[in-house]
């Protein structure tokens, strides 16, 4: 088996873009993501919406996947996807089309967390990116996640703390929105921070025990004081954006960062690695890597293509599996909340 090519068709299918990618064992042949943009006028993700264009998506995708990476699916050695956690509706999609195709190649079928995917992305094979070495600390951003994970193997993790309400990601997603600015807005607060002053306002910063995280009470406080700055001056958000989005950003890094710093001196590990598609942050990957140079962290950032959900990081998983022998069976079913140790 060491020696023999294995081929890994992943599927990732958990919120609202549909993607599929082709392994050669730990090396991505394709990775096709299809995004939705019809979420846009919404403001946010429709689930409904999301799982109708997943049935769309799949089949082109899968059949593009497939072209890119110049692989025939008599080929292939098993078929990988996402499980949960995620939208049911964008799930199911997923799940049962992974199921088919895996049926009808008679080839085995592999079941994965998208959340193990986030922090496993970091293994695939790319010249512009380093592996982690066991035992490191994993710090998971994204729309609907923001967890600390002590990872001891590629598949013994441990979660020290997460966040008890709303996730990093939603909390730039949900300022954008009291800016009015367009979805999705975490981008957009990204872009216009970096002309702006992170000292002109200042937010907050949640007192939470131990490793967890709150952005419930930070979230208010933007809101509030943007209602009162434009009652006063109906022009303050257009007079201030850059400098507004500075400061909001500004504190949701102080917030991450002090928590990384504590579980650091709690564990004694000094390796760090984000995931999820907050990772993609241009002010919270300067904090990391200042931290380099100032803590003496080893820090691990994965390439932006890695960053938000693709099925790359989900074929990575599903090739360990693969070398473990763990597959799972066709009465497999989608979940919604699926535990990152699962």
């Not at 943009?37 to 769309?56: C, D, F, M, T």
């Not at 992305?121 to 380093?130: E, L, P, S, V, Y």
């Not at 990204?190 to 025990?209: L, M, Q, S």
């Not at 995931?275 to 241009?282: F, I, L, R």
């Amino acid at each position: 088996m060491e020696n023999e090519s294995i081929y890994i068709l992943a599927i990732e299918s958990s919120c609202d873009d549909t993607s599929v990618a082709v392994l050669k064992n730990n090396t991505i042949l394709s990775n096709v993501v299809a995004s939705q943009k019809i979420h846009e006028e919404y403001g946010g993700v429709v689930p409904e919406l999301a799982s109708r264009a997943h049935q769309q998506n799949i089949v082109p995708v899968t059949d593009q996947a497939l072209a890119k990476a110049n692989i025939d699916k008599k080929q292939l050695s098993a078929i990988a996807f996402t499980r949960g956690p995620g939208l049911l509706g964008s799930l199911l999609v997923g799940t049962s089309f992974a199921k088919s195709l895996s049926l009808a190649l008679d080839i085995p079928l592999i079941e994965v967390n998208h959340m193990q995917a986030h922090i496993l992305a970091h293994f695939i094979k790319a010249d512009t990116m380093k592996t982690p070495a066991f035992p490191f600390i994993a710090l998971t951003i994204s729309g609907g996640h923001t967890q600390i994970v002590k990872v001891k193997d590629f598949f013994d993790m441990e979660i020290l703390g997460q966040t008890l309400d709303d996730a990093v990601g939603e909390t730039f997603d949900k300022s954008a929105k009291v800016l009015d600015l367009p979805y999705p807005g975490g981008p957009l607060i990204d872009k216009y921070a970096a002309t702006g002053n992170p000292y002109a306002f200042e937010f907050p910063i949640p007192k939470v025990k131990d490793l967890d995280f709150s952005f419930s009470g930070l979230k208010t406080s933007i809101l509030y004081f943007i209602q009162k700055q434009t009652s006063q001056n109906p022009n303050f958000i257009q007079e201030n954006l850059e400098d507004i989005c500075a400061s909001i950003q500004f504190t949701i890094i102080q917030i991450l960062m002090r928590k990384l710093k504590k579980v650091v001196k709690k564990t004694g590990i000094k390796n760090i690695a984000i995931g999820g598609g907050v990772s993609a942050n241009s002010g919270i990957r300067k904090a990391l890597k200042a931290a380099e140079k100032e803590l003496g962290w080893t820090t691990y950032i994965p390439n932006f293509e890695f960053c938000t959900d693709n099925a790359g990081m989900i074929g990575i998983v599903g090739y360990y599996k693969f070398k473990l022998g763990q597959f799972t069976s066709q009465e497999t079913s989608a979940k919604a909340r699926y535990h990152i140790t699962s």
